[in-house]
C-alpha cells in the first residue's frame, strides 16, 4: 500500500476508496471503484486517472482452462488501485512510439560511428555534488535529488557532461588522448509542468576530450549537420548559431568586471531571448556590473558579424581568432549556408570557456534543438587536472517536434516474416518446430498460441504486417509438409520442412 | 556544493579539504589536494578515491594556444572535488564494457525479433505504489524509494513487469490480444553491497498477455534457449528448472490454509536455498500453518519429477496437467536436455500464479541466471482487470559471470575504416573533406584534428584498429589527389578524392 493519504467513503452499496495523492493537495489523483457498477471515468488533469473500458470484462478471460486460483484474483481491499499514467512529466514507450525511438537512436549511433566516436554510459543515478554548480543554472535548481537509505545526497542526472568528465578524471593517463565518446541516456529535471514541458528526456552526447583547436567543435557541428542531413532535414530547416565565450570575456576584461562573476553573468544573458531586456539589466546590475559595462555588453551581443566582432574587439582577440579558424573550417567543409556568428548565443551551462553553438529551426517556433561547446575547464571544478575538451547535447524532445510539423517521421509499423498456425491443438508441438526451423534461418515469426480462426489469423497477420502465414495441417504434417500462403500476392503451396526458407 | 559535512584542516603550505561524505560516517569517503606537492592516493573499501596518475600534469597541456581564460583554471575553494567513482553499487560503462554490454543487448533484441515480439520501454521511475506488496518480497523491501519535490513517493523501478501491467491497463480494449512485448532497462534495489551486489543492473523481459495455455511459457523458455546457443551456452552448462505454484497452491487447499497466506507462502519457501530448513518452518509456524501442512509442503518440494508429483497430487491436478503439457511441448521444441522438473521452485515474487522456472548454471556456483513465469493475477492487483500473462526477465550480471567462467566472453575492440591525416596544419579544412567523402559512402573516419607526426598516428591507428591511412600532403592536394595506405598489406598509392571509398 503507498503511504499516501487515504480517505476512505463508505456507502452501504458503493465502496469508494478515495485516495489523496500528497503529490496533488485538494486533488483527486486515483480512484478504485470496488463496485463495478458504480464505474466511471475519472481524469485529473492532463492524466486518464482509471480506464473505464477496462471494468465491464470482468475476469471472464482468465483461468477459462486453468482455474483453480480464482479465489485469489476476486478484488479485496487489499488491491492498489495505480495511477495507469507514468509519473507525471514523464513517458511510456508502446511498440509506436519505442519504434520511432529507436529509429532515432540508431541514426545517432550510425552517425557517431562515421566519425570515429566510442559509446560509453554513466549511472542515471550520480552524487549530487556533481550536478551542483554557484552560477544560478536552471539545470541546477531544477535538479531531481533526493537522499538515499544510506544518507548520500543523490540525483538523477540532469545532463550527461559531468558523468564523462568525472569518469576522464578517474581514467586520468590511462585514457589515451584525444578521447571520442558518445552517449544516449535518459536525463531528469525536476520542472514545474505547467509549460508542457517534461521531466525526462533522452539526450545524445557527442564529447571530444584533448584537442585544444576550433577543428574539435568543426567536427562536432559537421555531425550534427550529417545527422539532420539523415533526417531529411535541410539548412533551409534548420541552422546553427555560433559564437565565442570569450566575447563576454572580452568585454568583462575591458571594463575590469572581476573574473569570478563570467559564469553568473553568462547565466543571465542566456535569459536574454525569454525575459525583457529590463530584467537582464536588472540582474546584471545586482552582480554588481556597472551601467556602462552592460551597455558594452549589450552592444557587443547585438553583434551578427565576425567582421564586427573584429571591429569591436581588435582583430588580435582570441574571440575573433577562434570564429574566424572555425568558420573557414566550416566552409572548407562545405557548411557555411548551415551556420551564422551570433554573438547573443552564450548557452545555459556555466562551464563553457569558448565557442559556444546552438542548432535552432528557421521557423522559430521550437526550443533550441541541439547546443554545445567547449568546457576547458570543467575538469578542474570537479577536482581533476584540466583538458582541453568540447561537446554538445541533442535531445530527443525538439527533434521529434521538429520532424513531425516537417512531415518527415518515418512510417515505421511493425515487421514479420511468418505466422504459424496450428489447425489443431494437438500441433502446437508441430507448429513449434516449424518456427523453430525458420528461426534458426534468421525469420522473425509469430507463432499462434492458442485455437485461433482462420479469420482471426488474417486480421492479425494484417496488424503484425506478416508476409507468409504457415498453416499446419494434420494430413499434411504426415506427409512432412506445410502449407505457405504468401499474404501479398496471395499465391500458395505446400512445402517440406527443410525448403522453408 | 555538495550538503554533506566538511570538516576543514589547514596547514601553512598544505591546504586539503577533506570532506566526510554522510554516507558512510567516520569513513574518509573523498580527498581533494589544493597543493599537487602533498597528494597522494587514497581508497576507501573497494573505491579508488583518487587517481594520484592525473595531479602530476597540471595545467600543461589546456590553453597552450587558446589562452586568456587560464585566470578562471586555477584552483580556487570554490572548485568542488568530487568522488571519481560513480556511486556505490553501480557501473560506468566505458567503451570496453559498453561494447559487450552493446553486444548481448543486440542479442536481447534480435532474439526477441525472431520471435515477433515488439520492443517497449517505461519510465525508470515509478510511482512507488506500483511496487508495493505485502508478501515480504525482498525486491519490496529494498526499493531505491523517495519523496520527490512535489511531495509525491516515487522509486526508481526494481523490475519492468509491473510497468508492463500499469501499461497494458492504460491501453485496455485498444490492445490487441496477445502482447507480445520485450524490454531491456535498468533496474535499481538499494541493498547493502557487503555481498558484493550491485545497485543496478539491466533487464531483458519478454512477456506474453492474453495467452491462458502453457504454449506461451513453452514459447519463452524456448527464446531464452536461442539467446543461449547463440552466446555459445550449451546445454550442458546451463539448464531450466521448472514447477508450477499451483502445487504449493494444492498442498494448502488439501490442509485448508487461508488462501490469503499463499503469497507470504511463496516467498518463505522461495529461500529454501538461502536459510536452513528450521527457519522456514519457524517462518511458516509464525505465518499459523500448522506442523502437519508443514511437512506435507516439504515433502511435496522436495519432487523432482512429474510422474512423483502427478502420484502425490493425483492426476487431475491443475498443476499437473500444466506440467505435463509443458514438457510434452518441450520435447517437441526439441529441448527436453535444457529443462527439469523441480517442485522447489517457486520463484521470489509474490504474483507469479501458475508455471514458474529459472535458468541454472550447472556448475552451481551463480545464482540464477534468469527466471520467470505465469501472473494472471497481477492486473487486478493494480487495480485493472485481470488477462492471463507469463514473462521473464533476464540480468545482465550473471550471465556476464557465466560468459567470463566458460571463456566465452567475444573479443571486441574498436574497428575504424579510415584515419585522415592532413600532413600539415593548413589542409584541415582538405583533411575533412577528405573524412566527409568517406563517410557519405558509410566509412567510419576517425579525422586527425590536431597537428600530429606519423609515428603518433601509427601508435593511434593500431589502437583503434584502424584499416586504412590517408595522409593529405600539398603537393598531392594541388592535384586532387591523397596518400592512402592500406595498414595490413602496408601497400600505398596514391588516388584522387572521388575514387577513395
Same mark, same amino acid.
Not at 96 to 101: D, K
Not at 256 to 266: A, D, N, T
Not at 462 to 474: H, P, Q
Given at each position: 500500500?503507498?503511504? @499516501?493519504?487515504?480517505?476512505?467513503? +463508505?456507502?452501504?452499496?458503493?465502496?469508494?476508496?478515495?485516495?489523496?495523492?500528497?503529490?496533488?493537495?485538494?486533488?483527486?489523483?486515483?480512484?478504485?471503484?470496488?463496485?463495478?457498477?458504480?464505474?466511471?471515468?475519472?481524469?485529473?488533469?492532463?492524466?486518464?486517472?482509471?480506464?473505464?473500458?477496462?471494468?465491464?470484462?470482468?475476469?471472464?478471460?482468465?483461468?477459462?482452462?486453468?482455474?483453480? &486460483?480464482?479465489?485469489?484474483?476476486?478484488?479485496?481491499?487489499?488491491?492498489?488501485?495505480?495511477?495507469?499514467?507514468?509519473?507525471?512529466?514523464?513517458?511510456?514507450?508502446?511498440?509506436?512510439? !519505442?519504434?520511432?525511438?529507436?529509429?532515432?537512436?540508431?541514426?545517432?549511433?550510425?552517425? @557517431?560511428?562515421?566519425?570515429?566516436?566510442?559509446?560509453?554510459?554513466?549511472?542515471? &543515478?550520480?552524487?549530487?555534488?556533481?550536478?551542483?554548480? /554557484?552560477?544560478?543554472?536552471?539545470?541546477?535548481?531544477?535538479?531531481?535529488?533526493?537522499?538515499?537509505?544510506?544518507?548520500?545526497?543523490?540525483?538523477?542526472?540532469?545532463? =550527461?557532461?559531468?558523468?564523462?568528465?568525472?569518469?576522464?578524471?578517474?581514467?586520468?593517463?590511462?585514457?589515451?588522448?584525444?578521447?571520442?565518446?558518445?552517449?544516449?541516456?535518459?536525463?531528469?529535471?525536476?520542472?514545474?509542468?505547467?509549460?508542457?514541458?517534461?521531466?525526462?528526456?533522452?539526450?545524445?552526447? !557527442?564529447?571530444?576530450?584533448?584537442?585544444?583547436?576550433?577543428?574539435?567543435?568543426?567536427? =562536432?557541428?559537421? @555531425?550534427?549537420?550529417?545527422?539532420?542531413?539523415?533526417?531529411?532535414?535541410?539548412?533551409?530547416?534548420?541552422?546553427?548559431?555560433? @559564437?565565442?565565450? /570569450?566575447?563576454?570575456?572580452?568585454?568583462?576584461?575591458?571594463?575590469?568586471?572581476?573574473?569570478?562573476?563570467?559564469?553568473?553573468? +553568462?547565466?543571465?544573458?542566456?535569459?536574454?531571448? /525569454?525575459?525583457?531586456?529590463?530584467?537582464?539589466?536588472?540582474?546584471?546590475? !545586482? =552582480?554588481?556590473?556597472?551601467?556602462?559595462?552592460?551597455?558594452?555588453l549589450l552592444q557587443i551581443l547585438s553583434l551578427k558579424?565576425?567582421?564586427?566582432?573584429?571591429?569591436?574587439?581588435?582583430?588580435?582577440?582570441?574571440?575573433?581568432?577562434?570564429?574566424?579558424?572555425?568558420?573557414?573550417?566550416?566552409?572548407?567543409?562545405?557548411?557555411?549556408?548551415?551556420?551564422?556568428?551570433?554573438?547573443?548565443?552564450?548557452?545555459?551551462?556555466?562551464?563553457?570557456?569558448?565557442?559556444?553553438?546552438?542548432?535552432?529551426?528557421?521557423?522559430?517556433?521550437?526550443?533550441?534543438?541541439?547546443?554545445?561547446?567547449?568546457?576547458?575547464?570543467?575538469?578542474?571544478?570537479?577536482?581533476?587536472?584540466?583538458?582541453?575538451? +568540447?561537446?554538445?547535447?541533442?535531445?530527443?524532445?525538439?527533434?521529434?517536434?521538429?520532424?513531425?510539423?516537417?512531415? &518527415?517521421?518515418?512510417?515505421?509499423?511493425?515487421?514479420?516474416?511468418?505466422?504459424?498456425?496450428?489447425?489443431?491443438?494437438?500441433?502446437?508441438?508441430?507448429?513449434?518446430?516449424?518456427?523453430?526451423?525458420?528461426?534458426?534461418?534468421?525469420?522473425?515469426?509469430?507463432?499462434?498460441?492458442?485455437?485461433?480462426?482462420?479469420?482471426?489469423?488474417?486480421?492479425?497477420?494484417?496488424?503484425?504486417?506478416?508476409?507468409?502465414?504457415?498453416?499446419?495441417?494434420?494430413?499434411?504434417?504426415?506427409?512432412? !509438409?506445410?502449407?505457405?500462403?504468401?499474404?501479398?500476392?496471395?499465391?500458395?503451396?505446400?512445402?517440406?520442412l527443410h525448403e522453408l526458407e
Open positions: 500500500m503507498p503511504t @499516501s493519504a487515504s480517505v476512505l467513503f +463508505c456507502c452501504p452499496h458503493l465502496r469508494l476508496t478515495l485516495r489523496l495523492f500528497n503529490a496533488f493537495p485538494f486533488r483527486f489523483r486515483s480512484i478504485r471503484p470496488l463496485c463495478a457498477s458504480h464505474a466511471s471515468s475519472f481524469t485529473s488533469g492532463d492524466t486518464a486517472v482509471y480506464n473505464s473500458n477496462s471494468l465491464d470484462k470482468g475476469n471472464s478471460i482468465a483461468h477459462k482452462r486453468h482455474g483453480g &486460483l480464482e479465489a485469489f484474483s476476486s478484488p479485496t481491499v487489499e488491491n492498489v488501485a495505480i495511477d495507469v499514467n507514468p509519473p507525471r512529466g514523464t513517458r511510456d514507450f508502446p511498440p509506436e512510439e !519505442m519504434r520511432l525511438r529507436s529509429w532515432l537512436f540508431q541514426n545517432f549511433r550510425e552517425v @557517431s560511428a562515421l566519425f570515429a566516436f566510442e559509446e560509453v554510459d554513466f549511472p542515471v &543515478l550520480e552524487s549530487e555534488a556533481l550536478f551542483i554548480r /554557484k552560477a544560478g543554472e536552471e539545470i541546477s535548481e531544477q535538479l531531481y535529488n533526493f537522499e538515499d537509505k544510506g544518507g548520500r545526497r543523490v540525483a538523477l542526472r540532469p545532463e =550527461l557532461t559531468p558523468s564523462l568528465a568525472r569518469l576522464v578524471i578517474q581514467k586520468g593517463k590511462a585514457l589515451p588522448l584525444p578521447v571520442k565518446w558518445f552517449t544516449i541516456g535518459q536525463c531528469w529535471r525536476y520542472e514545474r509542468t505547467t509549460r508542457g514541458r517534461r521531466r525526462e528526456h533522452y539526450q545524445w552526447n !557527442m564529447d571530444i576530450i584533448g584537442v585544444q583547436g576550433v577543428a574539435a567543435e568543426a567536427e =562536432l557541428i559537421f @555531425s550534427i549537420v550529417i545527422l539532420f542531413k539523415r533526417l531529411g532535414i535541410t539548412s533551409s530547416d534548420v541552422g546553427f548559431k555560433v @559564437s565565442s565565450r /570569450k566575447v563576454l570575456q572580452a568585454v568583462l576584461q575591458r571594463y575590469s568586471i572581476p573574473e569570478k562573476l563570467f559564469g553568473k553573468v +553568462c547565466i543571465i544573458i542566456d535569459k536574454m531571448d /525569454k525575459i525583457p531586456k529590463e530584467e537582464i539589466e536588472k540582474e546584471l546590475t !545586482m =552582480l554588481g556590473i556597472p551601467m556602462e559595462a552592460i551597455n558594452g558579424s565576425v567582421p564586427e566582432l573584429e571591429e569591436a574587439l581588435g582583430s588580435d582577440a582570441d574571440a575573433v581568432d577562434d570564429l574566424k579558424d572555425l568558420f573557414l573550417l566550416i566552409e572548407q567543409y562545405g557548411c557555411s549556408n548551415w551556420i551564422q556568428f551570433d554573438a547573443s548565443i552564450v548557452r545555459g551551462l556555466a562551464y563553457y570557456t569558448g565557442v559556444v553553438f546552438e542548432g535552432f529551426d528557421r521557423g522559430g517556433k521550437l526550443r533550441a534543438i541541439c547546443g554545445g561547446g567547449r568546457y576547458d575547464q570543467l575538469l578542474s571544478k570537479l577536482g581533476g587536472e584540466d583538458l582541453p575538451a +568540447c561537446g554538445f547535447g541533442f535531445g530527443d524532445a525538439v527533434i521529434f517536434e521538429l520532424l513531425k510539423e516537417r512531415g &518527415l517521421l518515418p512510417e515505421l509499423g511493425p515487421k514479420v516474416d511468418y505466422i504459424v498456425l496450428p489447425l489443431d491443438p494437438q500441433l502446437q508441438g508441430a507448429a513449434a518446430m516449424v518456427a523453430s526451423t525458420l528461426r534458426e534461418k534468421g525469420r522473425s515469426v509469430d507463432l499462434v498460441l492458442e485455437n485461433k480462426r482462420l479469420k482471426w489469423v488474417f486480421k492479425h497477420a494484417e496488424r503484425i504486417n506478416a508476409s507468409k502465414l504457415i498453416l499446419v495441417g494434420d494430413s499434411e504434417w504426415q506427409r512432412g !509438409m506445410v502449407r505457405v500462403k504468401n499474404l501479398c500476392s496471395r499465391e500458395e503451396s505446400d512445402l517440406p
